[in-house]
Protein backbone atom coordinates (compact mmCIF):
# COMPACT_ATOMS: atom_id res chain seq x y z
CA UNK A 1 0.00 0.00 0.00
CA UNK A 2 1.09 3.50 -0.27
CA UNK A 3 -0.67 6.70 0.85
CA UNK A 4 -1.07 9.84 -0.62
CA UNK A 5 -2.47 12.64 1.70
CA UNK A 6 -3.54 16.09 0.24
CA UNK A 7 -4.07 19.42 2.41
CA UNK A 8 -7.06 20.24 0.41
CA UNK A 9 -9.50 18.02 -2.57
CA UNK A 10 -8.28 18.35 -5.94
CA UNK A 11 -6.77 16.23 -8.20
CA UNK A 12 -6.79 12.95 -6.38
CA UNK A 13 -7.54 10.88 -9.85
CA UNK A 14 -4.90 12.03 -11.72
CA UNK A 15 -2.36 12.25 -8.45
CA UNK A 16 -3.65 8.20 -8.17
CA UNK A 17 -3.33 6.98 -11.77
CA UNK A 18 0.35 8.66 -12.23
CA UNK A 19 1.56 7.02 -8.70
CA UNK A 20 0.07 3.95 -9.31
CA UNK A 21 1.51 4.00 -12.93
CA UNK A 22 5.04 3.97 -11.39
CA UNK A 23 3.85 1.19 -8.37
CA UNK A 24 1.39 -0.80 -10.83
CA UNK A 25 1.12 -3.66 -8.00
CA UNK A 26 0.28 -1.26 -4.95
CA UNK A 27 -2.89 -0.13 -3.87
CA UNK A 28 -2.58 3.52 -3.79
CA UNK A 29 -4.78 5.71 -1.50
CA UNK A 30 -5.28 9.04 -2.34
CA UNK A 31 -7.24 11.25 0.38
CA UNK A 32 -7.32 15.06 1.63
CA UNK A 33 -8.41 13.40 5.59
CA UNK A 34 -5.65 13.00 7.72
CA UNK A 35 -7.79 11.18 10.07
CA UNK A 36 -8.19 8.66 7.17
CA UNK A 37 -4.62 8.26 6.30
CA UNK A 38 -3.81 7.68 10.07
CA UNK A 39 -6.70 4.90 9.86
CA UNK A 40 -5.60 2.98 7.18
CA UNK A 41 -1.28 3.36 8.33
CA UNK A 42 -2.54 2.04 11.84
CA UNK A 43 -3.87 -1.20 10.05
CA UNK A 44 -1.29 -1.35 7.58
CA UNK A 45 2.54 -0.22 7.28
CA UNK A 46 2.22 1.49 4.04
CA UNK A 47 5.28 1.35 1.54
CA UNK A 48 5.96 5.39 1.71
CA UNK A 49 3.55 8.00 2.68
CA UNK A 50 3.85 11.09 -0.10
CA UNK A 51 2.44 14.52 1.35
CA UNK A 52 1.10 16.85 -1.71
CA UNK A 53 0.32 20.46 -0.31
CA UNK A 54 -1.24 23.02 -2.57
CA UNK A 55 -0.43 26.75 -1.87
CA UNK A 56 -2.87 28.60 -3.16
CA UNK A 57 -1.34 32.64 -1.97
CA UNK A 58 1.88 31.77 -3.26
CA UNK A 59 0.86 29.32 -6.45
CA UNK A 60 2.91 26.45 -5.32
CA UNK A 61 2.02 23.04 -5.28
CA UNK A 62 4.89 20.96 -3.28
CA UNK A 63 4.94 16.97 -2.35
CA UNK A 64 7.52 15.05 -0.64
CA UNK A 65 7.91 11.22 -0.70
CA UNK A 66 8.23 10.22 2.78
CA UNK A 67 9.37 7.20 4.77
CA UNK A 68 6.07 5.89 6.39
CA UNK A 69 8.30 4.87 9.44
CA UNK A 70 10.49 7.58 9.91
CA UNK A 71 10.32 10.18 12.74
CA UNK A 72 8.28 12.96 12.03
CA UNK A 73 10.78 15.70 11.07
CA UNK A 74 13.31 13.30 9.11
CA UNK A 75 14.04 14.23 5.35
CA UNK A 76 12.10 13.29 2.39
CA UNK A 77 13.10 10.70 0.07
CA UNK A 78 11.69 12.84 -2.81
CA UNK A 79 10.32 16.10 -3.40
CA UNK A 80 9.24 18.34 -5.64
CA UNK A 81 7.95 22.14 -5.66
CA UNK A 82 6.72 23.29 -8.67
CA UNK A 83 5.05 27.26 -9.48
CA UNK A 84 1.79 27.04 -11.11
CA UNK A 85 -1.77 29.22 -12.17
CA UNK A 86 -4.22 27.67 -10.28
CA UNK A 87 -7.00 29.89 -12.71
CA UNK A 88 -5.76 27.93 -15.19
CA UNK A 89 -6.81 24.18 -14.47
CA UNK A 90 -5.51 22.31 -17.46
CA UNK A 91 -2.35 23.75 -17.47
CA UNK A 92 -1.81 23.37 -13.10
CA UNK A 93 -2.70 19.89 -13.99
CA UNK A 94 -0.02 19.06 -16.40
CA UNK A 95 2.35 20.78 -14.48
CA UNK A 96 1.73 19.16 -11.16
CA UNK A 97 2.01 15.80 -13.03
CA UNK A 98 4.91 16.55 -14.94
CA UNK A 99 6.87 17.45 -11.61
CA UNK A 100 5.51 14.43 -9.83
CA UNK A 101 6.59 12.25 -12.58
CA UNK A 102 10.25 13.72 -12.64
CA UNK A 103 10.03 13.08 -9.05
CA UNK A 104 9.03 9.49 -8.84
CA UNK A 105 11.57 8.73 -11.80
CA UNK A 106 14.54 10.45 -10.58
CA UNK A 107 13.58 8.24 -7.31
CA UNK A 108 12.78 5.29 -8.64
CA UNK A 109 15.17 5.04 -11.47
CA UNK A 110 12.16 4.09 -14.20
CA UNK A 111 10.48 6.04 -17.31
CA UNK A 112 7.02 5.32 -18.25
CA UNK A 113 6.12 4.80 -21.85
CA UNK A 114 3.73 6.72 -22.28
CA UNK A 115 4.77 9.64 -19.60
CA UNK A 116 2.42 11.29 -17.67
CA UNK A 117 -0.86 10.21 -20.06
CA UNK A 118 -2.45 7.97 -17.90
CA UNK A 119 -6.00 8.51 -19.74
CA UNK A 120 -7.44 5.65 -22.13
CA UNK A 121 -7.83 7.40 -25.24
CA UNK A 122 -3.67 9.14 -25.95
CA UNK A 123 -4.70 8.88 -29.56
CA UNK A 124 -6.81 11.56 -29.10
CA UNK A 125 -3.89 14.08 -28.68
CA UNK A 126 -2.62 13.47 -31.94
CA UNK A 127 -5.75 13.32 -33.63
CA UNK A 128 -6.94 16.54 -32.74
CA UNK A 129 -4.04 18.08 -33.41
CA UNK A 130 -4.06 16.48 -37.18
CA UNK A 131 -7.64 18.00 -37.62
CA UNK A 132 -6.47 21.69 -36.49
CA UNK A 133 -3.87 21.32 -39.42
CA UNK A 134 -0.45 20.75 -37.16
CA UNK A 135 2.74 18.85 -38.19
CA UNK A 136 3.58 15.93 -37.32
CA UNK A 137 7.11 17.63 -36.08
CA UNK A 138 4.97 20.01 -34.12
CA UNK A 139 2.86 17.21 -32.45
CA UNK A 140 5.94 15.47 -31.61
CA UNK A 141 7.39 18.16 -29.66
CA UNK A 142 3.99 18.79 -28.07
CA UNK A 143 4.13 15.66 -26.48
CA UNK A 144 7.52 15.22 -25.80
CA UNK A 145 7.33 18.90 -23.63
CA UNK A 146 4.22 18.63 -22.15
CA UNK A 147 3.61 14.40 -21.40
CA UNK A 148 7.41 13.05 -21.35
CA UNK A 149 6.20 10.55 -24.21
CA UNK A 150 8.69 8.50 -25.21
CA UNK A 151 9.79 9.00 -28.65
CA UNK A 152 8.54 5.43 -29.75
CA UNK A 153 4.96 5.99 -28.24
CA UNK A 154 4.76 9.25 -30.10
CA UNK A 155 5.36 7.42 -33.84
CA UNK A 156 3.04 5.17 -32.69
CA UNK A 157 0.03 7.33 -32.07
CA UNK A 158 0.48 9.84 -34.57
CA UNK A 159 0.74 6.61 -37.10
CA UNK A 160 -2.69 5.43 -35.59
CA UNK A 161 -3.93 8.89 -35.33
CA UNK A 162 -4.16 9.18 -39.34
CA UNK A 163 -5.06 6.08 -39.97
CA UNK A 164 -8.10 6.59 -37.77
CA UNK A 165 -9.33 10.11 -39.38
CA UNK A 166 -8.68 8.00 -42.85
CA UNK A 167 -11.18 5.55 -41.62
CA UNK A 168 -13.52 7.33 -39.89
CA UNK A 169 -14.31 9.71 -43.00
CA UNK A 170 -16.44 6.80 -44.36
CA UNK A 171 -19.09 7.96 -41.64
CA UNK A 172 -22.11 9.91 -41.08
CA UNK A 173 -21.64 12.04 -37.97
CA UNK A 174 -24.61 14.14 -38.98
CA UNK A 175 -27.71 11.26 -39.29
CA UNK A 176 -25.46 7.93 -38.22
CA UNK A 177 -24.91 6.24 -35.27
CA UNK A 178 -23.48 2.59 -34.14
CA UNK A 179 -24.86 -0.87 -32.43
CA UNK A 180 -24.09 -2.38 -29.42
CA UNK A 181 -25.57 -5.67 -28.80
CA UNK A 182 -24.74 -7.40 -25.47
CA UNK A 183 -24.90 -11.48 -24.70
CA UNK A 184 -23.80 -11.55 -21.12
CA UNK A 185 -22.90 -15.24 -20.98
CA UNK A 186 -19.72 -17.31 -21.11
CA UNK A 187 -18.33 -20.80 -21.33
CA UNK A 188 -16.74 -19.98 -17.72
CA UNK A 189 -15.58 -16.50 -16.19
CA UNK A 190 -11.72 -15.86 -16.96
CA UNK A 191 -9.28 -15.48 -14.36
CA UNK A 192 -8.58 -11.76 -15.20
CA UNK A 193 -12.11 -10.61 -16.31
CA UNK A 194 -14.62 -7.95 -15.10
CA UNK A 195 -16.91 -8.10 -17.43
CA UNK A 196 -20.56 -8.78 -17.62
CA UNK A 197 -20.90 -12.36 -18.12
CA UNK A 198 -22.51 -15.30 -16.96
CA UNK A 199 -21.54 -18.88 -16.50
CA UNK A 200 -23.99 -20.81 -19.25
CA UNK A 201 -24.77 -23.82 -17.50
CA UNK A 202 -26.81 -21.24 -14.98
CA UNK A 203 -28.43 -19.30 -17.04
CA UNK A 204 -29.18 -21.76 -20.37
CA UNK A 205 -33.12 -22.40 -19.10
CA UNK A 206 -33.83 -18.60 -19.62
CA UNK A 207 -31.54 -17.44 -22.33
CA UNK A 208 -34.55 -16.82 -24.50
CA UNK A 209 -36.27 -15.00 -21.80
CA UNK A 210 -33.30 -12.88 -22.14
CA UNK A 211 -33.95 -12.36 -25.76
CA UNK A 212 -37.00 -11.24 -25.35
CA UNK A 213 -36.48 -8.88 -23.21
CA UNK A 214 -33.25 -7.62 -25.66
CA UNK A 215 -35.84 -7.77 -28.53
CA UNK A 216 -38.19 -5.35 -26.70
CA UNK A 217 -35.34 -3.21 -26.11
CA UNK A 218 -33.95 -3.39 -30.08
CA UNK A 219 -37.45 -2.44 -31.38
CA UNK A 220 -37.39 0.88 -29.15
CA UNK A 221 -33.97 1.63 -30.74
CA UNK A 222 -35.34 0.69 -33.99
CA UNK A 223 -38.62 2.84 -33.68
CA UNK A 224 -36.44 5.94 -31.70
CA UNK A 225 -34.01 5.94 -34.72
CA UNK A 226 -35.42 4.80 -37.75
CA UNK A 227 -34.76 8.16 -39.56
CA UNK A 228 -30.95 7.88 -38.58
CA UNK A 229 -28.41 6.04 -40.79
CA UNK A 230 -27.08 2.95 -39.27
CA UNK A 231 -22.81 2.47 -39.56
CA UNK A 232 -22.03 -0.39 -37.22
CA UNK A 233 -23.34 -3.11 -35.55
CA UNK A 234 -21.43 -4.82 -32.82
CA UNK A 235 -22.67 -8.02 -31.37
CA UNK A 236 -20.29 -9.01 -27.95
CA UNK A 237 -20.55 -10.03 -24.40
CA UNK A 238 -19.49 -11.74 -22.68
CA UNK A 239 -19.26 -14.67 -25.61
CA UNK A 240 -22.13 -14.38 -28.11
CA UNK A 241 -21.54 -17.94 -29.32
CA UNK A 242 -23.03 -19.31 -26.27
CA UNK A 243 -26.27 -18.91 -27.41
CA UNK A 244 -27.47 -22.06 -29.90
CA UNK A 245 -27.76 -22.02 -33.39
CA UNK A 246 -31.34 -21.36 -33.34
CA UNK A 247 -31.15 -18.24 -30.81
CA UNK A 248 -28.19 -17.02 -33.06
CA UNK A 249 -30.18 -16.98 -35.77
CA UNK A 250 -33.12 -15.10 -34.08
CA UNK A 251 -31.15 -12.73 -32.62
CA UNK A 252 -29.40 -11.44 -36.46
CA UNK A 253 -33.02 -12.24 -37.93
CA UNK A 254 -34.67 -9.93 -35.48
CA UNK A 255 -31.85 -6.80 -36.09
CA UNK A 256 -32.29 -7.38 -39.66
CA UNK A 257 -35.70 -7.30 -39.85
CA UNK A 258 -36.14 -3.71 -37.26
CA UNK A 259 -33.10 -2.09 -39.07
CA UNK A 260 -32.59 -0.76 -42.13
CA UNK A 261 -29.04 -1.75 -43.08
CA UNK A 262 -28.61 -0.21 -46.58
CA UNK A 263 -25.57 2.24 -44.59
CA UNK A 264 -23.79 -0.15 -42.75
CA UNK A 265 -20.01 -0.80 -43.18
CA UNK A 266 -19.78 -3.46 -40.40
CA UNK A 267 -21.01 -6.52 -39.01
CA UNK A 268 -19.37 -7.80 -36.12
CA UNK A 269 -20.09 -10.97 -33.93
CA UNK A 270 -17.73 -11.71 -31.41
CA UNK A 271 -17.59 -15.50 -31.42
CA UNK A 272 -14.76 -15.32 -28.86
CA UNK A 273 -14.12 -18.48 -27.32
CA UNK A 274 -13.29 -21.28 -29.02
CA UNK A 275 -15.05 -23.86 -26.99
CA UNK A 276 -18.52 -22.20 -27.77
CA UNK A 277 -17.76 -22.45 -31.66
CA UNK A 278 -19.12 -24.96 -33.63
CA UNK A 279 -19.82 -25.33 -37.91
CA UNK A 280 -23.47 -24.89 -37.28
CA UNK A 281 -23.24 -21.36 -35.41
CA UNK A 282 -20.69 -20.47 -38.05
CA UNK A 283 -22.89 -21.52 -40.39
CA UNK A 284 -25.84 -19.09 -38.91
CA UNK A 285 -23.38 -16.22 -39.33
CA UNK A 286 -22.01 -16.72 -42.72
CA UNK A 287 -25.69 -17.30 -44.00
CA UNK A 288 -26.80 -13.74 -42.81
CA UNK A 289 -23.51 -11.91 -44.42
CA UNK A 290 -21.68 -11.03 -41.04
CA UNK A 291 -18.85 -9.61 -42.44
CA UNK A 292 -16.79 -9.85 -39.26
CA UNK A 293 -15.89 -11.93 -36.42
CA UNK A 294 -13.42 -12.30 -33.63
CA UNK A 295 -11.85 -15.79 -32.59
CA UNK A 296 -10.11 -15.34 -29.18
CA UNK A 297 -7.01 -17.54 -28.25
CA UNK A 298 -5.75 -15.07 -25.87
CA UNK A 299 -2.70 -17.01 -26.05
CA UNK A 300 -1.62 -20.39 -27.89
CA UNK A 301 0.21 -22.33 -24.54
CA UNK A 302 -2.46 -24.53 -23.40
CA UNK A 303 -0.74 -24.60 -19.59
CA UNK A 304 -1.61 -20.75 -19.50
CA UNK A 305 -4.92 -21.44 -20.85
CA UNK A 306 -5.81 -23.70 -17.94
CA UNK A 307 -4.51 -21.27 -15.31
CA UNK A 308 -6.85 -18.24 -16.44
CA UNK A 309 -9.46 -20.05 -16.72
CA UNK A 310 -10.19 -20.80 -19.95
CA UNK A 311 -11.90 -24.46 -20.85
CA UNK A 312 -10.82 -24.78 -24.66
CA UNK A 313 -7.71 -25.95 -25.65
CA UNK A 314 -5.19 -24.80 -28.56
CA UNK A 315 -5.98 -27.17 -31.12
CA UNK A 316 -10.00 -25.95 -30.82
CA UNK A 317 -8.90 -22.36 -31.54
CA UNK A 318 -7.25 -23.46 -34.83
CA UNK A 319 -9.67 -25.56 -36.02
CA UNK A 320 -12.25 -22.65 -35.09
CA UNK A 321 -10.44 -20.73 -37.29
CA UNK A 322 -9.75 -22.87 -39.76
CA UNK A 323 -13.28 -23.90 -39.73
CA UNK A 324 -14.17 -20.13 -40.53
CA UNK A 325 -11.87 -19.84 -43.27
CA UNK A 326 -13.35 -22.67 -45.25
CA UNK A 327 -16.97 -21.25 -44.70
CA UNK A 328 -15.49 -18.37 -46.09
CA UNK A 329 -15.12 -15.83 -43.53
CA UNK A 330 -12.48 -13.03 -44.97
CA UNK A 331 -12.23 -10.98 -41.89
CA UNK A 332 -11.04 -12.47 -38.72
CA UNK A 333 -9.60 -10.96 -36.13
CA UNK A 334 -8.26 -12.72 -32.88
CA UNK A 335 -7.14 -11.14 -29.56
CA UNK A 336 -4.39 -11.96 -27.26
CA UNK A 337 -3.25 -10.83 -24.41
CA UNK A 338 0.43 -10.10 -23.46
CA UNK A 339 1.65 -10.20 -19.29
CA UNK A 340 -0.60 -13.68 -18.61
CA UNK A 341 0.58 -15.45 -15.52
CA UNK A 342 3.38 -17.34 -15.72
CA UNK A 343 4.34 -16.35 -19.36
CA UNK A 344 7.66 -15.16 -20.83
CA UNK A 345 9.00 -13.69 -23.69
CA UNK A 346 9.48 -17.16 -25.38
CA UNK A 347 5.38 -17.98 -24.95
CA UNK A 348 4.55 -14.96 -26.77
CA UNK A 349 6.91 -15.90 -29.78
CA UNK A 350 5.31 -19.15 -29.57
CA UNK A 351 1.91 -17.56 -29.83
CA UNK A 352 3.08 -15.61 -32.35
CA UNK A 353 4.14 -17.95 -34.71
CA UNK A 354 1.33 -19.83 -34.14
CA UNK A 355 -0.84 -17.03 -35.79
CA UNK A 356 1.41 -16.17 -38.59
CA UNK A 357 0.76 -19.44 -39.71
CA UNK A 358 -2.96 -19.25 -39.69
CA UNK A 359 -2.86 -15.47 -41.15
CA UNK A 360 -5.96 -13.50 -39.46
CA UNK A 361 -7.12 -10.60 -40.75
CA UNK A 362 -7.13 -8.67 -37.57
CA UNK A 363 -5.11 -8.91 -34.36
CA UNK A 364 -6.14 -7.60 -30.91
CA UNK A 365 -3.05 -7.45 -28.76
CA UNK A 366 -3.61 -6.49 -25.22
CA UNK A 367 -1.65 -5.51 -22.10
CA UNK A 368 -3.21 -7.18 -18.88
CA UNK A 369 -4.94 -5.05 -16.68
CA UNK A 370 -6.67 -6.58 -13.45
CA UNK A 371 -9.68 -4.80 -13.25
CA UNK A 372 -10.72 -4.81 -8.99
CA UNK A 373 -14.01 -7.06 -10.16
CA UNK A 374 -11.75 -9.86 -11.66
CA UNK A 375 -10.94 -12.89 -9.30
CA UNK A 376 -7.05 -12.57 -10.25
CA UNK A 377 -7.75 -9.14 -7.91
CA UNK A 378 -10.34 -10.05 -5.54
CA UNK A 379 -8.50 -13.34 -4.50
CA UNK A 380 -4.82 -11.70 -4.69
CA UNK A 381 -3.93 -14.36 -2.10
CA UNK A 382 -4.71 -17.58 -3.57
CA UNK A 383 -2.40 -16.43 -6.80
CA UNK A 384 0.59 -15.15 -5.58
CA UNK A 385 2.86 -18.09 -6.76
CA UNK A 386 1.62 -16.65 -10.11
CA UNK A 387 4.26 -14.36 -12.08
CA UNK A 388 3.34 -11.92 -14.53
CA UNK A 389 5.72 -9.77 -16.76
CA UNK A 390 5.50 -7.57 -19.69
CA UNK A 391 8.38 -5.22 -21.11
CA UNK A 392 9.64 -3.19 -24.28
CA UNK A 393 10.55 -6.60 -25.62
CA UNK A 394 7.43 -8.20 -25.56
CA UNK A 395 5.57 -5.62 -26.99
CA UNK A 396 8.22 -5.57 -30.01
CA UNK A 397 7.44 -8.99 -30.63
CA UNK A 398 4.29 -8.59 -30.91
CA UNK A 399 4.27 -5.84 -33.35
CA UNK A 400 7.40 -7.31 -35.15
CA UNK A 401 5.08 -10.49 -36.22
CA UNK A 402 1.95 -8.12 -36.87
CA UNK A 403 4.20 -6.45 -39.39
CA UNK A 404 5.24 -9.72 -40.98
CA UNK A 405 1.57 -10.49 -41.79
CA UNK A 406 1.23 -7.17 -43.40
CA UNK A 407 -1.11 -5.62 -40.19
CA UNK A 408 -1.07 -2.07 -39.84
CA UNK A 409 -2.07 -0.92 -36.32
CA UNK A 410 -4.63 1.33 -36.59
CA UNK A 411 -6.26 1.62 -32.57
CA UNK A 412 -5.39 1.71 -29.27
CA UNK A 413 -6.60 2.76 -26.06
CA UNK A 414 -4.93 1.74 -22.46
CA UNK A 415 -6.66 1.13 -19.01
CA UNK A 416 -5.85 1.31 -15.75
CA UNK A 417 -3.65 -1.14 -14.19
CA UNK A 418 -2.05 -2.63 -17.47
CA UNK A 419 1.23 -4.58 -17.03
CA UNK A 420 4.20 -2.65 -18.16
CA UNK A 421 2.12 0.58 -18.54
CA UNK A 422 1.81 -0.03 -22.06
CA UNK A 423 -1.33 -0.49 -24.09
CA UNK A 424 -4.16 -2.40 -26.40
CA UNK A 425 -3.28 -1.98 -29.86
CA UNK A 426 -5.53 -3.10 -32.96
CA UNK A 427 -3.66 -4.95 -36.25
CA UNK A 428 -5.48 -5.13 -39.60
CA UNK A 429 -4.51 -6.06 -43.25
CA UNK A 430 -5.30 -3.31 -45.77
CA UNK A 431 -9.30 -2.71 -45.91
CA UNK A 432 -10.27 -5.07 -42.29
CA UNK A 433 -10.01 -2.76 -39.80
CA UNK A 434 -12.63 -2.53 -37.52
CA UNK A 435 -14.83 0.55 -37.52
CA UNK A 436 -16.63 0.01 -34.55
CA UNK A 437 -13.12 -0.48 -32.59
CA UNK A 438 -12.10 3.05 -33.19
CA UNK A 439 -15.31 4.71 -32.36
CA UNK A 440 -15.86 2.96 -29.05
CA UNK A 441 -12.50 5.06 -28.02
CA UNK A 442 -12.61 8.67 -30.18
CA UNK A 443 -16.39 9.11 -29.43
CA UNK A 444 -17.30 10.77 -32.73
CA UNK A 445 -20.40 8.89 -33.02
CA UNK A 446 -23.82 7.67 -30.84
CA UNK A 447 -23.32 3.81 -29.65
CA UNK A 448 -26.52 2.41 -28.70
CA UNK A 449 -26.53 -0.08 -26.54
CA UNK A 450 -28.94 -3.12 -25.85
CA UNK A 451 -28.54 -6.13 -23.13
CA UNK A 452 -27.55 -6.29 -19.29
CA UNK A 453 -24.89 -4.43 -18.30
CA UNK A 454 -24.47 -2.13 -21.91
CA UNK A 455 -23.50 1.35 -21.88
CA UNK A 456 -25.44 3.81 -24.23
CA UNK A 457 -23.15 6.76 -25.26
CA UNK A 458 -24.75 9.50 -27.36
CA UNK A 459 -22.65 12.38 -28.77
CA UNK A 460 -24.14 15.81 -29.78
CA UNK A 461 -23.48 16.98 -33.09
CA UNK A 462 -23.37 20.47 -32.10
CA UNK A 463 -20.08 20.97 -31.18
CA UNK A 464 -19.05 23.43 -27.80
CA UNK A 465 -17.28 26.11 -28.23
CA UNK A 466 -14.42 24.82 -27.23
CA UNK A 467 -15.05 22.16 -29.90
CA UNK A 468 -15.02 18.79 -28.22
CA UNK A 469 -18.75 17.59 -28.51
CA UNK A 470 -21.20 17.07 -25.43
CA UNK A 471 -21.49 13.10 -24.34
CA UNK A 472 -24.13 11.73 -22.08
CA UNK A 473 -24.64 8.09 -21.14
CA UNK A 474 -27.07 6.03 -20.02
CA UNK A 475 -26.31 2.05 -18.83
CA UNK A 476 -28.38 -0.62 -18.38
CA UNK A 477 -28.46 -3.13 -14.75
CA UNK A 478 -25.91 -5.52 -15.47
CA UNK A 479 -27.92 -8.49 -13.59
CA UNK A 480 -29.13 -10.55 -16.16
CA UNK A 481 -32.61 -11.72 -14.19
CA UNK A 482 -32.62 -7.66 -13.00
CA UNK A 483 -32.33 -6.89 -16.61
CA UNK A 484 -35.35 -8.92 -17.81
CA UNK A 485 -37.64 -8.33 -15.20
CA UNK A 486 -36.53 -4.21 -15.50
CA UNK A 487 -36.77 -3.89 -19.24
CA UNK A 488 -39.29 -1.43 -19.29
CA UNK A 489 -37.27 0.91 -17.44
CA UNK A 490 -33.87 0.16 -19.13
CA UNK A 491 -36.16 1.66 -22.02
CA UNK A 492 -36.75 4.33 -20.54
CA UNK A 493 -33.55 5.12 -19.53
CA UNK A 494 -33.24 5.57 -23.30
CA UNK A 495 -35.99 7.79 -23.45
CA UNK A 496 -34.75 10.16 -21.35
CA UNK A 497 -31.41 10.44 -22.48
CA UNK A 498 -32.56 10.70 -25.93
CA UNK A 499 -34.96 12.87 -25.18
CA UNK A 500 -32.34 15.99 -24.19
CA UNK A 501 -31.60 18.93 -25.80
Known sequence: MITVSLNEADFEYDIHSLVKAFYPKEDVKVFADSEKIAELEEKETPLFHMEVLFSRAENVISASVLNAEAKT????????????????????????????????????????????????????????????????????????????CSPEKTELSIDIAKRELGLLNKLDYEKGYSLYIGIPFCPSTCLYCSFTSYPLSAWEKRVDEYLDALEKEIDYTAEQYRERHLNTIYIGGGTPTTLAPYQLDRLIRKIKSSFDLSH????????????????????????????RISINPQTMKQETLEIIGRHHTVEQTVQSFLTARELGFDNINMDLIVGLPNENLEDVRHTMEQLEELQPDNVTVHSLAIKRAARLNMFKEDYTNLKMENTWEHIEVTADYCKRMGLQPYYLYRQKNMAGNFENVGYAKEGKAGIYNILIMEEKQTIVACGAGASTKRVWNTPNPDGTHRIERCENVKDVALYIERIDEMIERKKRLFAEE
Request: hydrophobic share 35%; proline share 5%.
Open 73 to 148: GEPALASMQIQVDFSDRKETKNRLKRGIYQMFSEYTGQTLPWGTLTGIRPTKIPMSMLEEGKSEDEIRTFMADTYF
Open 264 to 291: LLEFTVEAGRPDSITKEKLEVLRSHGIS
